[in-house]
């Protein structure tokens, strides 16, 4: 079975400091994992994915995340947050040895960038 | 930028009244997904379109709900009663070509509150 776990509800982090939001999953082969960024009463917009390859992935608005197998991990971070980067982040596994390609989603993590 | 476009945005309804959610995926994407999304969880697949046949509907409550994608291009999903329980975000993704390493990409999702 197919599971994400995102362990913090709430980020709080001040503006210009280094953030880090944690992801942890669990699948019985190699994962496909993604975050995704949900800003007030909208859709999901895709940050990054990892499939395949280099351990660090980049993604949008400065944004990246580094997967780590053995503990079986996969944190997003970003240098310097911004004010802008305040949102509710959500965490995203995929077990490509399964048919149907649907997302398993955790349950988000709040951020909030202080001024 | 090629968006997935959702309407209506918000939906009210009192319960035993039947609802219908509309969905138009990014030009070209032969994939589309229908998702629910309780406040404070991550959303959770309810159904998946390959064109106009359904992948996967295992989660699909289809004694009230039902969906279609007659033509593979829109999709229409329908709660026939509606229940108090069903308020949450309906959110519609779509992806290029269901690969399982495709990404998805989502509306903005319709609010349905049932009274």
């Known amino acids: 079975a197919q599971s994400v776990a995102q362990p913090e509800d709430q980020v709080n982090v001040a503006e210009g400091n280094p953030l880090t939001v944690k992801c942890t999953y669990s699948?019985?082969?190699?994962?496909?994992l993604f975050w995704y960024v949900q800003y007030p009463n909208r859709g999901l917009q895709f940050l990054l994915k990892?499939?395949?390859?280099?351990?660090l992935v980049k993604g949008s608005y400065g944004f990246e995340a580094e997967f780590n197998k053995s503990q079986t991990s996969f944190h997003l971070k970003k240098p310097s947050a911004l004010v802008s980067d305040s949102a509710l982040y959500f965490c995203?596994?995929?077990?490509?040895?399964?048919?149907?390609?649907?997302?398993?989603f955790g349950t988000g993590t709040r951020l909030t960038v202080i001024p | 930028e090629a968006e997935v476009a959702q309407s209506p945005r918000y939906k009210i309804t009192e319960k035993s009244q039947a609802v219908a959610f509309w969905c138009d995926p990014i030009?070209?994407?032969?994939?589309l997904y229908w998702y629910r999304q309780i406040l404070g969880q991550g959303p959770e697949l309810l159904v998946q379109?390959?064109?106009?046949?359904?992948?996967?509907d295992s989660q699909l409550p289809k004694d009230r709900f039902s969906a279609e994608r007659l033509k593979g291009v829109d999709s229409t999903l329908k709660i026939q009663p509606a229940e108090l329980g069903d308020s949450a975000m309906y959110l519609c993704?779509?992806?290029?070509?269901?690969?399982?390493?495709?990404?998805?990409?989502f509306g903005p999702g319709t609010r349905l509150t049932v009274l």
């Open positions: 993704a779509s992806s290029l070509d269901g690969a399982n390493t495709d990404t998805q990409y």
């Open positions: 699948v019985s082969g190699n994962p496909y």
């Open positions: 990892y499939i395949t390859g280099d351990n």
């Open positions: 995203a596994v995929r077990d490509p040895r399964v048919g149907a390609n649907n997302l398993f």
């Open positions: 030009s070209g994407h032969a994939t």
């Open positions: 379109f390959q064109d106009e046949s359904v992948v996967d």
